[in-house]
């Protein structure tokens, strides 16, 4: 999804649930190979480690009862468990 955030565009994927954004993060990485030229509309993150609050829009806000949501590259925990193969956890 297209975000401006601070008059550039990202492009970034959001994570959510019902009536719940937590957060946003931008590609790292864009492609522009072959067909593909993503850096014609979209700037690639380069702030490592750098969480920033991005305001929502109005009607985002109404529908989530959220003004702000983190925008950054997030390290998220697994709990120990990285996938599950034949039943077993490894």
């Not at 109005?58 to 990285?82: C, H, N, R, W």
Request: hydrophobic share 35%; net charge positive; aromatic share 14%.
């Amino acid at each position: 999804m297209g975000v401006w955030h601070r008059n550039v565009r990202y492009n970034c994927r959001i994570l959510l649930t019902y009536k719940k954004i937590f957060f946003i993060r931008p590609k790292v990485s864009l492609v522009d190979d072959g067909l593909y030229r993503e850096a014609r509309h979209f700037t690639a993150w380069v702030k490592e480690r750098t969480t920033e609050t991005y305001c929502l829009e109005k009607d985002v806000s109404d529908i989530t009862g959220q003004m702000t949501v983190p925008i950054a590259e997030p390290v998220l925990s697994t709990f120990g468990y990285i996938g599950r193969v034949s039943g077993k956890y490894f």
